[in-house]
């Protein structure tokens, strides 16, 4: 009997878990947090996004937050790239950006040699130019009120 | 024979032997009559969400030891979804730090042939 009860609540705290991960990570109720309340080191950071802060969901701000914290720990490099793609990277849709953390999930799931062969064969496809860079394909421009909270 | 016929074939013996009860027993017997429908309870649900064959919950006598083991899974969810609450939106930007700061430009990761060769090399 208590083997049950704990089968069942191990269930239900695994669909719990996941459904709390799923809905924080859009949760339109998240409160928005203006730009002069954002710790002066992650302000550095998120500089390319300044302009747009302010008109960004609270989800959305949240997430470039907890990624800005990483910024000190970054290589040059590092620094240099995520200050350079963080405006597209915003501008991108919800549904975007959810699109690209998958396959980029996905990737790292690859072992190290097959990640490196598709990065390769992109890099070459696309004429070797600067991927450090931003390559705007959507909106350089982000319309935050086509973007849906979902 | 059916059930009918073998009661109606049983009754004349059980109702000889009835009248051969003495009083002790008919008392005894009456007693355990009572006892047991005492003893009878409707099913119950454990913690609202297993139900428990009749009188099986009122016989079960758990230690403090076995209640709190009982409750455990209950406190190790809560206490889960609490450091999860906590370590989540780190957990969301540390993955948007990493894929902004890789070599590919994000814009690769919505892009339909290398979403086509990941696929591919997946499987």
């Known amino acids: 009997m208590a083997r049950q009860v704990a089968q069942l609540i191990a269930v239900l ?4 878990m996941l459904g709390s991960a799923v809905a924080r990570d859009r949760d339109p109720k998240t409160p928005q947090t203006p730009w002069h309340q954002v710790p002066r080191e992650q302000q550095r950071a998120l500089q390319p996004v300044a302009p747009e802060w302010d008109r960004m969901p609270g989800y959305q701000q949240q997430r470039l937050m907890g990624a800005a914290r990483k910024y000190p720990e970054m290589q040059p490099i590092q620094k240099e790239r995520f200050e350079a793609r963080l405006k597209d990277w915003a501008a991108m849709s919800p549904d975007q950006r959810r699109a690209a ?6 990737l790292r799931k690859l072992p190290p040699e097959k990640q490196h062969e598709l990065r390769e064969r992109w890099i070459q496809q696309h004429g070797g130019e600067d991927v ?8 350089s421009t982000p319309d935050y009120s086509r973007a849906p909270p979902r | 024979m059916n059930e009918k016929e ?16 003495g009083e002790v027993q008919a008392t005894k017997l009456k007693s355990a009559r009572l006892r047991a429908l005492d003893a009878y309870r409707e099913p119950v ?12 919950a009122h016989t079960i006598h ?5 209640r709190a083991l009982l409750w455990l899974p209950i406190a190790a969810l809560l206490a889960t979804l609490a450091i999860q609450s906590m370590n989540d939106v780190d957990d ?19 892009d339909q042939d290398f979403r086509s060769w990941l696929g591919k090399s997946h499987s």
């Open chain 2, 45 to 56: 649900r454990l913690f609202g969400l297993v139900p428990v064959a009749a009188g099986t």
């Open chain 1, 132 to 139: 450090g860079a931003p390559r705007s394909r959507g909106p």
């Open chain 1, 101 to 106: 953390r998958e396959t980029f999930q996905g």
């Open chain 2, 62 to 66: 758990y230690g403090v030891v076995q």
């Open chain 1, 13 to 16: 705290a695994a669909a719990l």
């Open chain 2, 6 to 21: 073998f009661a109606s074939r049983l009754k004349p013996f059980l109702d000889r032997a009835a009248d051969q009860v």
């Open chain 2, 92 to 110: 969301l930007g540390d993955l948007d730090a990493q894929l902004l700061t890789q070599e590919l430009p994000p814009d690769a990761f919505i």
